[in-house]
Structures are given as C-alpha cells and as structure tokens.
C-alpha cells in the first residue's frame, strides 16, 4: 500500500471566468480568497491557483498589491503550494498579467502557452441579472477578443521566471499549445519536469470529450515521454468527469470555483473545499493516494516556500 501512485490536486480558488452575480460562493475579497485557500488546502489541495479580484464589485484585477493582500496569509496558516496566474483575465495586457509574479517571486505561476479566442458569451444565455454593471459586457466581449500569448510574451515570462526560481503550470488549451511546449522546451528555455495542465471545455480551445483528453494525453506522451507531469482540468459540467478519467490514466487533476461553480447537476458547490473533498473521494476510491505539498514540491522540483518575495 505504500507503493501507490501520489495524485497532486490543484483548486482553482476563484479565477476571473465567473462574475459575483453566478454564485454566492464565489470568493471575491482577500479574507474570502485567503479562507478559501486554507480550507481547499485542509481538504487535500497541494497547490492552489490564485487571481486578484476588487473586493468592492468582484472585477479581475492583476496587482502585486492586490496579490499581498492574502498570499502571505495563506503562506502564514498552511503549507499550500501557492500558484499565481500570469493569466489574470483575457482582456489584459501581458505586462499587466505578469507582474504579481514578477514581483512576487512564487514556487509556481502558470502560463498560457498559446493565444486564443476565449469565449465567456454563451453565459450570458444562463443569466439574465447581473449584480454589477462591468460584468455584462466583460462577458460580452469575448465575442471579439484574442487572448494573447505570443511566442516572444511566453519566452519573456520563462526568462524572468528562471531567474526568480519559478518554475511553471503550463496550462495548454489545445494540440498547439503542446507544440508550442515543445518549442520551449527543445530551446531550453522550458525545463523538465514540465508541469503541463491540459484543459478542456473552453469555447477556443479543445472540448471536453473522453476522446479529446486521450487525444492531448497522446500528444504529450508522444512530445514529452518522461519529461512531463500531467494534469487536467475541465471547465464546467465536465469538471469531476475528465479529473476521473485523468486519475485512471496516471494523471493529476485540478479542481475549483475557478473552473466550475458546480457540485452536480443545478447544485452549487458553496465552497472550493466542497469539490476537493469530492475529487479526493473519488480519486481514494480507486485507490490513490493524496500528494501533500511537500510531496508535490519533491515531484515538480519547486523551489520551497522560503525562496518566494512574500
């Protein structure tokens, strides 16, 4: 028993996807984000992903300062692996995206390794009341938006991060993305073990069908063999199902408010915590075992908690 296969969870605490009118649940002020964090880590999360939101209105925001206001205190009350997006929300820029973990110095940050349409609209079918007036045409106008991620944007943020000793989620949307992976890694500018988080379910990027994790599993196996650590994510309804077929098939797996605001069918999760707890049940069902964070650290070759600015 001893032997069994370590599975790293991800929560994804609160992200810029959703808007405050989808969920009561959905943390939005650092005091929220930071309990959220705890909690997800004290239900078996080894890492979690973190974005900034106004704690007035719950807009995506993407400030070193913003960021402060609850990574320490996660730091201070729980051993998380704490990931800060240099995604932060499509409609910013690179260098506005950047710079929390420019500054902030973390283990880990992840990477978009692509640019691509990012399509939040059809929301807007599902809700006809909005709390706040940005959150409308935020949604709206990924109709005609490009999410940015050029080559010369990924090379600047894996050079920086080599010199601050941060080390990557790679987080590929579609097939490309893997190849434009392994550009970076043949280059040396991307470093084995990559971390490579495949997801699904995003209107842009590859769907969320069996055949389409299996698909970018292939792809990686074929591009990276034994130079890369899987995960998955899957957006929305399709949360739990790809986790438990990533788990089957020897990956990791990502769960949260972030990805999905659900438990099940027309039930919301009223807490990150919530779908760890459910995704660590089913992942000891099949007899896995829950990777701590030091163990994550050990496995992804992070650099300690002790070397990060906060």
Same mark, same amino acid.
């Given at each position: 028993?001893?032997?069994?296969?370590?599975?790293?969870?991800?929560?994804?605490?609160?992200?810029?996807?959703?808007?405050?009118?989808?969920?009561?649940?959905?943390?939005?002020?650092?005091?929220?984000?930071?309990?959220?964090?705890?909690?997800?880590?004290?239900?078996?999360?080894?890492?979690? #992903? @973190?974005?900034?939101?106004?704690?007035?209105?719950? +807009?995506?925001?993407? /400030? =070193?300062?913003? *960021?402060?206001?609850? &990574?320490?205190?996660?730091?201070?009350?729980?051993?998380?692996?704490?990931?800060?997006?240099?995604?932060?929300?499509?409609?910013?820029?690179?260098?506005?995206?950047?710079?929390?973990?420019?500054?902030?110095?973390?283990?880990?940050?992840?990477?978009?390794?692509?640019?691509?349409?990012?399509?939040?609209?059809?929301?807007?079918?599902?809700?006809?009341?909005?709390?706040?007036?940005?959150?409308?045409?935020?949604?709206?106008?990924?109709?005609?938006?490009?999410?940015?991620?050029?080559?010369?944007?990924?090379?600047?943020?894996?050079?920086?991060?080599?010199?601050?000793?941060?080390?990557?989620?790679?987080?590929?949307?579609?097939?490309? #993305? @893997?190849?434009?992976?392994?550009?970076?890694?043949? +280059?040396?500018?991307? /470093? =084995?073990?990559? *971390?490579?988080?495949? &997801?699904?379910?995003?209107?842009?990027?590859?769907?969320?069908?069996?055949?389409?994790?299996?698909?970018?599993?292939?792809?990686?196996?074929?591009?990276?063999?034994?130079?890369?650590?899987?995960?998955?994510?899957?957006?929305?309804?399709?949360?739990?199902?790809?986790?438990?077929?990533?788990?089957?098939?020897?990956?990791?797996?990502?769960?949260?408010?972030?990805?999905?605001?659900?438990?099940?069918?027309?039930?919301?999760?009223?807490?990150?915590?919530?779908?760890?707890?459910?995704?660590?049940?089913?992942?000891?069902?099949?007899?896995?075992?829950?990777?701590?964070?030091?163990?994550?650290?050990?496995?992804?070759?992070?650099?300690?908690?002790?070397?990060?600015?906060?």
């Amino acid at each position: 028993m001893s032997n069994k296969r370590k599975v790293i969870i991800t929560c994804a605490v609160t992200g810029s996807i959703h808007t405050p009118s989808m969920s009561p649940y959905l943390p939005i002020t650092p005091k929220q984000i930071s309990d959220a964090a705890v909690e997800a880590h004290n239900a078996g999360a080894a890492i979690v #992903h @973190l974005h900034a939101r106004n704690p007035q209105d719950g +807009r995506p925001i993407q /400030t =070193p300062q913003a *960021f402060r206001e609850f &990574v320490s205190d996660i730091k201070a009350r729980s051993n998380a692996i704490i990931n800060i997006t240099t995604g932060g929300a499509p409609s910013m820029t690179v260098e506005e995206r950047f710079q929390p973990a420019l500054e902030l110095k973390p283990e880990l940050a992840s990477l978009n390794m692509g640019s691509m349409n990012f399509g939040l609209f059809p929301m807007l079918k599902r809700y006809t009341e909005f709390k706040y007036p940005w959150e409308r045409p935020f949604l709206d106008g990924t109709k005609d938006l490009v999410f940015k991620n050029t080559f010369a944007d990924i090379e600047h943020v894996l050079r920086c991060g080599r010199e601050n000793g941060t080390r990557f989620e790679f987080e590929c949307y579609d097939t490309a #993305h @893997l190849y434009n992976l392994a550009h970076f890694l043949d +280059r040396k500018l991307a /470093t =084995p073990p990559l *971390f490579v988080q495949t &997801v699904f379910g995003i209107l842009g990027g590859i769907g969320g069908h069996p055949d389409d994790v299996a698909h970018l599993k292939r792809t990686a196996d074929r591009l990276f063999g034994d130079d890369f650590i899987w995960s998955v994510l899957g957006a929305g309804k399709s949360q739990m199902g790809i986790a438990s077929i990533s788990a089957t098939q020897g990956g990791h797996v990502r769960v949260g408010l972030e990805d999905s605001l659900w438990m099940g069918p027309g039930s919301l999760a009223q807490s990150n915590a919530d779908q760890v707890h459910l995704i660590r049940n089913i992942l000891e069902s099949l007899g896995l075992d829950i990777a701590t964070p030091d163990e994550a650290r050990l496995l992804l070759q992070l650099k300690g908690a002790s070397q990060v600015n906060f």
